[in-house]
């Protein structure tokens, strides 16, 4: 079965670094998410992208969030200078889109996020 | 936005034991999720249901959108039933998901 991969599974960086998260979002898929989860609390929304555009994005992402599909397989989410509040799990996904509205999304496995 | 309610908080079950999950949603939704969070921190998707019943094996989930919420049912529990079930719902005017908090569920031998 197909399934959405994220690399790497953990990362640690230090406060005021730039990261970078891959996700590779299942082929034929249209619509990509980023979510968040800290450690303890409920998974939260980051940003939607359709058709090579942000469709929808959270007050979370803000200017130190960016994301990119740099070729026809990979998603990227970059923070550019992290804080030690960006700790987190983040969760890529993907749906298909079908009669005028998302399907059922897909999640990865998770990158852990840790910043000392 | 939307609030996702989710009960109970916790859950401790014996193993065999049946029970019920419950999502209430403030508004009107396109798509209903329900996850479980295993303890390596992974999102499995157990059903996709805006509306109406399904079965998968030991779990059924049914939906009853005109009334705005969501039952999960765990029949005849395992121990590797526990983790976390969260709701999870789209809105009609987008396309994230908004979660529950989760209910967290143990399975004792």
């Known amino acids: 079965e197909p399934e959405v991969t994220q690399t790497p599974s953990h990362q640690v960086t230090q406060m005021g670094q730039e990261v970078i998260l891959r996700c590779v979002p299942i082929s034929n898929h249209l619509y990509f998410y980023w979510y968040r989860q800290i450690l303890g609390q409920k998974v939260e929304f980051l940003v939607s992208?359709?058709?090579?555009?942000?469709?929808?994005k959270s007050e979370i992402f803000d200017d130190q969030f960016s994301v990119e599909r740099p070729d026809g397989s990979n998603f990227t989410l970059k923070i550019r200078s992290t804080k030690l509040e960006d700790s987190a799990m983040y969760f890529c996904?993907?749906?298909?889109?079908?009669?005028?509205?998302?399907?059922?999304?897909?999640f990865g496995p998770g990158t852990r996020l840790t910043v000392l | 936005g939307i609030q996702v309610e989710q009960s109970p908080p916790d859950l401790i079950l014996q193993e065999g034991a049946n029970s019920t999950l419950r999502c209430n949603f403030s508004d009107s939704v396109n798509n209903l999720q329900w996850f479980h969070q295993n303890p390596w921190g992974q999102l499995i998707n157990l059903f996709y249901i805006p509306s109406g019943t399904k079965q998968n094996g030991r779990l059924s989930a049914t939906t009853v959108a005109t009334e705005r919420y969501s039952l999960l049912y765990i029949s005849s529990s395992q121990t590797t039933d526990s983790g976390v079930y969260f709701c999870?719902?789209?809105?009609?005017?987008?396309?994230?998901?908004?979660f529950g908090e989760g209910t967290q569920l143990t399975v004792n031998p």
């Open positions: 992208f359709y058709n090579n555009e942000i469709s929808e």
């Open positions: 999870a719902v789209e809105e009609t005017s987008g396309s994230r998901l908004t």
């Open positions: 996904a993907s749906s298909w889109f079908v009669g005028g509205s998302t399907d059922t999304q897909y």
